[in-house]
């Protein structure tokens, strides 16, 4: 069994974690984050979304952006960054990894490839660093001011792999008052939360602040395959992660130095297998979310580590700015485990793992921004990204060898090389419209290689050799922005972006490496950014449509475990997003999310092969054992999602009483290319509910909460694997727990 280094990381985290527990109170984030605002007025909403500051409302991009009493709410006590799913429109993500590999869906564009080189067609944007490797996505949040969703191809200013949209996230940066925060709070299964931060300046120049999280629950999943019993086997884990920065602020330079750490030592997702009704897509009578029947649980584990640092420097010519973020990463992990679920003999029996031993990405960005007073402005950049990967796949039989005997082994090298000009033009042509044009040039080059030792269905050695894929692309957009009065603006946009050549090549169970081409995509839409009832209100409203050429998608499991790459003719999606908020009173705020979004495979000649077995069934034509695919949705895209809060707030004694509730809502979901009966998620409502105290003394903000996620528990399966019985994953279960926070200056 392959075990991870965990010495340099295990050591620096631990280090921080002491160290800022040792200088911090304890905070709540949102009073630290939020601007002040008027009260009874709604607070303006600055975004970043174009690199460089400015109104959201004004912005002629979909996007929305969590920041204070949401962000605060949805992301403490424990939740890692699924906690963003139906909470935004057209936003939804889920894993097959559990808390290491999120899969992010935007208006129906994502990827359901779980092998650790899949691109996604939703790029992940950290405190202006590209995170590329799904291993990076998973990084825990904490001690982030804001994080933004833009909707829609972003291919001109954040390049490669944007074509469905962009998630954005900021740490809060250093500054020169003394701050500082810090929360604990304890919860079901006894999972404890511990994250702070603090802050201040060093010199008149200099100032720094540390970031630490720490979470950990206990292994609370009973497994009880006959003969492999074992109580607490799967749940749990131990997450730790730090941030330190520094910032040099002169008279016309800045630097900023971000460095970065996370350790993560905890069990996989729990996988359910034969958990579904055939002929149904309920769960089976007498199902228990803390009960499994696996023959390895005793062996499943996941280890990720990861590290990154950056440097961005920024001049001011006065007329110009200079920009350059250069940037590293790196991330490890070794994830084992039964991934059927169930121990009946044959493929039931295997067991598999995972692994990245090597990872490294590097990427520079060099960008040049006018500062006009005047009707013109723009900005230039270069970009360039380099990444090496090294994955390794393992399979084990669990049948003839309880001890769980290594019977295959792939370890695949992937080098990827991309390189870009850009640049992007505003113009006003008068007061009421502005009109933004921008242009991308980018190059993109993959090397691969896949070598098998041996395989678990008696196949012998097998090297691939070296694969080239390669291809450029220009992105483009152009958009207006019409100032239909001091409260209303119109804005449309057109937008073209790429995804860069795919390859796969888990050839445990196969002797294919496939490949896809690139996939492009053209998107229209128009909307309305509106302020009203004199700032007590603020309604978004935008629709879209897009048509995308050969899109990549991944026919994940069926017979055997890996996945096939391959390309659809045509894709097309269309609907409307509605983001609004409300000042309902002095005591009362209310937020109301909307989107709908419809998208349809075109392509008479797509196909794959038909699972057999006879607890599926399959609702799609099935011709001479291939299931035809055209007019089908794509998979994980719900139609609808919907989302509410409330919050109210009370003057009481010598603080303030608080009560926040949300409701997330999100339509039926098919799990994979092909619909059937089983393998359909249920529509899902989750239900949360938080309320507190908060009040002041001296220099410090106190605040104690209790808190619950999915109030009514509802449970039901939310992903699936495609092997031969009806594995599935399903929802987290209800969730209370309590919380201490305290702010200090």
């Known amino acids: 069994m392959k075990v991870m280094k965990r010495s340099t990381l295990a050591t620096l985290v631990n280090a921080a974690l002491l160290s800022a527990v040792a200088g911090t109170s304890f905070s709540t984030i949102a009073a630290e984050q939020a601007p002040a605002v008027k009260k009874n007025q709604l607070e303006v909403i600055q975004v970043t979304a174009r690199k460089r500051v400015e109104n959201a409302q004004e912005v002629p991009v979909a996007v929305s952006a969590l920041q204070g009493d949401s962000l605060d709410a949805y992301s403490s006590a ?98 020169q008052e003394f701050e500082g925060y810090g929360s604990v709070s304890y919860g079901s299964r006894g999972a404890v939360d511990f994250e702070g931060a603090v802050g201040g300046g060093l010199t008149d120049r200099l100032s720094t602040r540390v970031s630490v999280l720490w979470q950990d629950k206990d292994d609370y999943i009973d497994s009880r395959a006959p003969g492999f019993e074992q109580k607490d086997a799967l749940g749990g884990y131990t997450d730790k992660a730090a941030r330190i920065q520094f910032l040099y602020e002169g008279d016309d330079f800045t630097g900023l130095f971000n460095y970065h750490v996370r350790d993560m030592d905890g069990k996989p997702i729990a996988f359910f297998g034969n958990s579904i009704k055939p002929g ?45 973020i250069s940037a590293w990463e790196s991330a490890e992990i070794y994830s084992r485990a039964d991934i059927d679920g169930a121990y009946e003999t044959g493929f039931s029996s295997a067991e598999s793992a995972d692994g990245i031993p090597d990872h490294d990405q590097y990427t520079q960005e ?15 950049g270069v970009f360039y990204f380099d990444e090496a990967l090294t994955i390794e796949n393992f399979s084990y039989d669990t049948f003839s060898s309880p001890a769980g005997n290594e019977t295959g082994y792939v370890i695949q090298q992937q080098d990827t090389k991309a390189w870009a000009v850009f640049g992007s033009v505003d113009y006003t042509i008068s007061d009421d419209l502005k009109v933004t044009a921008g242009l991308r040039y980018s190059d993109d080059e993959k090397e691969f290689s896949a070598n098998r ?52 090549g888990r050839i445990l169970y196969g002797n294919d490496v496939t490949t896809a081409e690139t996939e492009t995509v053209t998107s229209y839409e128009t909307g309305i950014k509106s302020d009203v009832l004199d700032g007590q209100g603020r309604v978004n409203a935008t629709v879209f449509y897009y048509t995308m050429n050969d899109q990549q998608l991944t026919a994940v499991g069926g ?59 399959i609702t799609n034509p099935v011709v001479n054992g291939k299931v035809l695919l055209d007019g089908n949705s794509l998979p994980h895209a719900p139609e609808w999602i919907s989302n509410f809060t409330l919050r109210y707030t009370k003057e009481l004694a010598d603080g303030e009483f608080f009560a926040y509730g949300d409701v997330s809502y999100r339509s039926k979901i098919n799990f994979f290319l092909y619909e059937s009966v089983e393998f359909e998620g249920k529509p899902l409502v989750e239900t ?58």
């Open 453 to 504: 030792t041996q395989s678990p269905i008696g196949a012998g050695p097998l090297s691939s050799g070296l694969i080239n894929v390669s291809d450029d692309h220009i992105s483009w957009d152009i958009s207006t922005s019409y100032k239909v009065n001091d409260d209303v603006n119109w804005y449309t946009r057109i937008a073209n972006s790429f995804r860069a050549p795919s390859l796969q």
């Open 688 to 745: 949360g509910l938080r309320a507190g105290y908060a009040w002041a003394d001296g220099d410090y903000e106190y605040q104690v909460s209790a808190f619950v996620r999915n109030l009514f528990d509802e449970q039901q399966s939310i992903g699936g694997v495609d092997f031969n019985n009806n594995t599935v994953m399903v929802n987290e279960e209800r969730y209370v727990g309590v919380e201490f926070k305290v702010n200090f200056f």
């Open 78 to 175: 424990g939740m890692d960054i699924r906690f963003m799913n139906a909470k935004i429109p057209s936003l939804s993500i889920e894993s097959s990894f559990g808390r290491s590999f999120p899969r992010f869906y935007v208006r129906g564009l994502g990827n359901t490839d779980f092998d650790l080189n899949a691109s996604q067609p939703v790029s992940l944007v950290v405190d202006e660093v590209v995170q590329e490797n799904a291993i990076l996505k998973g990084f825990p949040v904490f001690d982030v001011s804001r994080v933004e969703v833009l909707r829609g191809p972003q291919g001109t200013l954040f390049g490669r792999n944007t074509p469905a949209g962009l998630v954005k996230f900021d740490s809060v940066k250093p500054s």
């Open 559 to 617: 017979g055997a475990n890996f996945n096939r790459l391959l390309n659809v003719d045509k894709t097309t999606g269309y609907g409307f997003e509605l983001d609004s908020e409300w000042v309902l009173s002095d005591e009362l705020n209310a937020t109301f999310n909307l989107s709908y979004n419809k998208t349809e495979l075109k392509d008479d000649t797509l196909s794959i092969a038909a699972p057999s077995r006879p607890t599926l069934t």
């Open 366 to 380: 060099l960008r040049l921004s006018s500062n006009f007073a005047g009707d013109i402005n723009y900005q230039v």
């Open 280 to 324: 149904t897509n309920d769960l089976v009578d007498g199902f228990e979310n803390d009960v499994v029947y696996h023959d390895a649980a005793s062996r499943a584990t996941q280890q990720v580590e990861s590290e990154g640092a950056s440097l961005k420097l920024e001049w001011d010519f006065n007329n110009h700015t200079l920009t350059s």
